[in-house]
């Protein structure tokens, strides 16, 4: 999980929490930007990085409103280019698409939704949907209305699901072209919202005000959805493939028939949470519905069900992905694998139905394990049978070491030591005549660890996956993914 910060020289830290370092304390942030100043970058973009390393997933505004409302033309303003597809007919977004945006200074992600109809069937269901996990999700939301048209019974509709979520709402009059439309727009007080703000979302009339109301009701930072609060139950989520066992193994730790168990696949269809004691300590265990195949492809409850599982993922601080030993590894347990890794969670790997495999399946599923499951090497592995309970025991340490990685935050000083013996025993390939180098770095935030690294060039990213794989081996992080972002440092003119 790599990315490259280019300098661009605004101040990503403008409207950031005062003493808002990430994870580094006031004298050791003092400490950095003292090396930071020595290697020649500007003080901002480095605050800036960290800002931006630190404080993992950025706030989250869905755009959500009825089909043909001009919802992608709105998104496509507030990210100022042309990505998401516009089209003058309704329905042509389907999906959930997620963007970055900035305004005023202010990072934050931008979640454009399909048209939310009620009492649809087929894919107009799924659309319906998606636009519901996006409110669920979302810090906030913008519900954009056709002020020509004004509020039909689909925007009452809305109007309940909003309230119902009781997410901070800003609602948007669109296609407001001029003074006239102005009146139109008035109407919409209507629906309850509060102001109607007037916008053309495809001329850019009206869009600014609108954002920065926007502004004022997204957070700063978003919340921490996982973890039960100081001393609560750490939250555990069993995914996996329809049929893998996953409520077995829940009744099997829990000792009681807990939830249905049916050789049926599908049977679960919600989350269910159980508080279960194991080692000593209680645990909350999600129980979740199984992951058939691509999300829009799905169907009815199995569609349903799908999200209700990335939404108990994203609550969850450890995900243990159950795989049948039994079959060859499949696409979906490979993606259910980048789904967790994406949502930034620790990880354990539990390969279930360990009791019926004989010797030339298990040599196999080593094969498999290497090749097709490389990605996550690094996350802790249980061979286990949730009908016979067998290795259960070894199922809570594999949970406690992917905490331990996932919360684990290497001081200043020994980082930079580290990378100091790194680069000078393993330099970065010569490319184009140049050698670019890891001048110093920081670890700016934790679950997952968040590493910012500061160099002379641009880092391919061969190097920064040796990099990661080294900060593995001295550090010890297993079982967490690791999120590691560059900034190069820009080219300076000569003072007159």
């Known amino acids: 999980m790599n990315d490259h910060i280019q300098p661009d020289g605004s ?76 089209e003058d007919k309704p329905g042509v977004t389907r999906d959930r698409v997620t963007y970055e945006a900035e305004w005023a200074g202010r990072r934050f992600k931008v979640v454009d939704t399909g048209g939310w109809e009620q009492d649809v069937l087929g894919i107009d269901a799924s659309v319906a949907a998606q636009a519901e996990y996006a409110i669920e999700a979302a810090d906030a939301v913008v519900f954009v209305v056709d002020a ?55 001329h850019g009339r009206g869009t600014g005000d609108m ?34 066992g996953k409520s077995s193994l829940l009744n099997k730790v829990a000792g009681e028939e807990r939830v249905v168990v049916n050789e049926l696949a599908g049977t679960t269809r919600d989350p269910v949470d159980e508080l279960i004691e194991l080692g000593g300590v209680t645990w909350k265990f999600v129980d979740t519905a199984g992951i058939r195949k691509r999300v829009h492809l799905q169907q009815g409850a199995d569609y349903y069900a799908s999200l209700r599982t990335a939404a108990a993922v994203e609550k969850a601080e450890v995900a243990v992905i159950l795989i049948d ?16 890794v ?30 097709e499951l490389g990605q996550v090497a690094w996350a802790p592995r249980v061979n286990v049978s949730a009908r016979t309970g067998r290795h259960m025991e070894k199922l809570v340490p594999a949970i406690e070491t992917a905490l331990a990685g996932w919360e684990t935050r290497v001081p200043t000083g020994r980082l930079n030591a580290f990378l100091g013996e790194l680069v000078a025993a393993h330099p970065h390939p010569v490319r184009g005549g140049k050698q670019p180098r890891i001048l110093f770095g920081t670890q700016a935030g934790t679950k997952p660890p968040r590493f910012v690294l500061f160099a002379s060039g641009f880092i391919e990213a061969g190097y920064r996956r040796f990099i990661e794989r080294r ?25 007159k």
């Open 325 to 340: 030993g039994s079959e060859s590894i499949s696409v979906q347990d490979q993606r259910i694998v980048t789904m967790a």
């Open 342 to 371: 994406e949502a930034g969670r620790a990880i354990v790997l539990a390969f279930n139905k360990w009791d019926t495999l004989d010797e030339e399946r298990r040599y196999y599923l080593e094969r498999e394990i290497e090749t």
């Open 11 to 86: 101040d990503a830290s403008e409207g950031a929490l005062e003493h808002d370092h990430g994870a580094l304390g006031d004298a050791e942030f003092a400490e950095f930007m003292e090396l930071a100043a020595e290697e020649g970058f500007a003080l901002e973009d480095v605050e800036g990085a960290i800002e931006a390393a630190g404080h993992g997933p950025l706030p989250v505004l869905a755009v959500v409103g009825r089909p043909n409302v001009g919802k992608s033309t709105l998104v496509n303003r507030i990210i100022g280019r042309r990505e998401a597809v516009v």
């Open 148 to 202: 020509k048209v004004g509020a039909t019974d689909t925007d009452e509709a809305v109007v309940r699901l909003l309230r119902k979520a009781g997410k901070p709402v800003v609602l948007c009059a669109n296609k407001v072209d001029g003074q006239s439309g102005e009146a139109d727009a008035a109407y919409l007080w209507s629906l309850g919202l509060g102001e109607p703000h007037p916008v053309s979302a495809l």
């Open 211 to 244: 954002l920065d109301q926007v502004l004022e009701v997204l957070p700063e930072a978003p919340r921490e959805t996982f973890g039960g609060g100081i001393g609560g139950p750490r939250r555990i989520a069993l995914i996996g493939r329809p049929n893998v």
């Open 471 to 495: 900060l593995r081996e001295e550090f010890s992080f297993d079982g967490t993914p690791i999120h590691i972002s560059v900034r190069v440092r820009e080219k300076r003119g000569r003072k």
